[in-house]
């Protein structure tokens, strides 16, 4: 069971293949039609639609320190609420490619869009998993 990014790194390491992680950092948005109950609830934290900002790929090698990332994030000037994670293996012993990642990567991204996230693993700030129901 993963429960954090520590996990995620952990159960990555024990991978036979060399692994590269897409990540799709989201920000919570209300539609602009939302009811006033929508509103209410958002302003408690629920509900809200969950808008991708930037995605990028990388190596567990490149972000063994979720913190390191959360930094590397802010640097984009894009504020977020949740990141989206998922793993590629490599073959053969050969890790994926950045150029390799990018097609899944898009993919991932307009997922998202269309709300289908139940194939990715959501972490809020602190690495750690979240529920999102």
Known sequence: MISSYTDLLKASNAE?????????????????DAS???????????GGALTPVVCVDKTPEEVSDFGALVEESRQTGQDWDVVFVAAMSGRGGMQPS???????????VESIRLGHVGNYLPLDRNGQAISLG
Not at 98 to 108: C, F, G, K, N
């Open 16 to 32: 036979p293949d060399p692994q590269r992680f897409l990540f799709v950092f989201c920000r919570a948005e209300l539609p602009d």
């Open 36 to 46: 006033r109950a929508e509103k209410a609830a958002f302003a408690n934290g629920e």
């Open 98 to 108: 950045s150029d390799e990642a990018q097609q899944p990567l898009t993919m991932m």
